[in-house]
């Protein structure tokens, strides 16, 4: 059997690709997983860590800016097209699956052109681009949120799964991963993050803050300011402390997650589906640069829950920050009440049902 797997960018499309990919294996030792990505995501990195083969197809986002930077992506784009071609006409897959991204276009237009079973899957409440050009072509149009789904007015089928969350998270033992980092009994964890590329404003709040009010022992703090602002932001934190570990990227992300008191991040899809899983509280800090600002939409919902607290980038700083993180942490009882929140809020299953979903459009090929 050969599966097909498509999409890449942001860390958002990549790790559901990458978890519906370890479930197939999982349940199919004998598939061939074939990703297809950009050749500049974050794909390059995360896909060949976990065993994957990664095929490159150039793509470029749109502009309105310039007659050139008009024409220069639809040039691409055709080129995209036809290396998506000869790689669907030579692996042949039997089945395909994409999570976004502008990678996921060309190669899921030829598998529904060439009536291969083709899956999409959504992860956030306003769709892409790429998901809704793609939604009529597909088999089936795998959705997280409810309120998506008027979103997709001429899709073949629609099913609500909820986003995946990699099974190594849910596998982790917090006492296990706590003690790999050596955090006592009565030690914080707070990891910060800016969504797989980073973000400025974070970045610039925290090391503001580890500079002018962090102290030795008041909790310890994984930040990973994002692989591009890494030399930036530890050039700025001069003083060193035990307790501040700067990393480019977490990717013992199931240690590290498990282990964590409170996590501070942007509000993107998976973030939050993995957070809540967990059952983490967590202070979020949507981006503003998003389409229809959805990232502070979905924040403020699991807000409301009792589950997170929102900071907008406009009321960031050093202060602020740490006055937010020593205020949870400093009250047990609603450090505890935001824990069971997140949980509530968690879907841990998501993985089965696309599982059932695979299950369907393999029928015949299994």
């Known amino acids: 059997m050969k599966i097909l797997a498509a999409g890449g960018g942001s860390g958002g499309h990549v790790n559901p690709a990458i978890s519906m990919a370890n479930m197939l294996r999982s349940k199919y030792p004998e598939a061939k997983i074939l990703f297809v990505g950009s050749r500049r995501g974050l794909e390059n990195d995360l896909v060949p860590k976990e065993g994957y083969k990664l095929v490159r197809i150039p793509v470029k986002g749109f502009s309105r800016k310039g007659i050139l930077t008009r024409i220069l992506p639809y040039l691409v784009l055709a080129a995209g097209m036809v290396k998506s071609f000869f790689v669907v006409a030579f692996f042949r897959p039997d089945m395909a699956y994409g999570t976004g991204g502008f990678a996921a276009g060309p190669v899921l237009f030829w598998t529904s052109f060439f009536k291969i079973p083709t899956l999409i ?36 089928r629609i099913e609500l799964t909820g986003n995946p969350v990699r099974e190594s998270l849910l596998k982790a033992d917090r006492n296990e991963s706590r003690a790999r980092l050596g955090l006592g009994r009565d030690e914080r964890l707070v990891v910060v993050m800016g969504g797989s590329q980073g973000a400025g404003p974070i970045n610039d709040a925290v090391c503001e803050m580890i500079m002018n009010f962090y102290k030795e022992g008041d909790f310890r703090i994984i930040f990973a300011p994002g692989k591009r602002h890494f030399d930036e932001v530890s050039g700025k934190v ?18 590290v997650y498990s282990a964590a008191d409170l996590i501070i991040n942007r509000a993107g ?28 939409k979905n924040a403020r919902a699991l807000e409301a829950r009792g589950a997170c607290t929102v900071l907008v980038d406009s009321e960031l700083s050093g202060a602020v920050l740490y006055d937010a993180i020593m205020g949870i942490l400093g009250d047990d009882s609603r450090l505890d009440s935001m824990a069971k929140a997140s949980a509530a809020s968690g879907t841990r299953d998501a993985t089965e049902k696309l599982a059932g979903l695979f299950d369907e459009l393999l029928k015949g090929v299994v």
């Open 121 to 156: 899957h959504e992860a956030n409440v306003l769709p892409g681009i790429t998901n809704m050009m793609l939604s009529p072509r597909a088999a089936i149009t795998a959705i997280s949120f409810e309120e998506s789904r008027d979103r997709f007015v001429k899709a073949k």
């Open 238 to 255: 001069t003083k060193k402390f035990k307790g501040v570990d700067i990393r480019p990227y977490i990717y013992d992300a199931d240690i």
């Open 269 to 296: 899809a998976i973030t939050m589906a993995e957070i809540t899983a967990l059952g983490i509280p967590s202070i979020l800090v949507p981006s503003p640069y998003v389409a229809e600002n959805h990232q502070e």
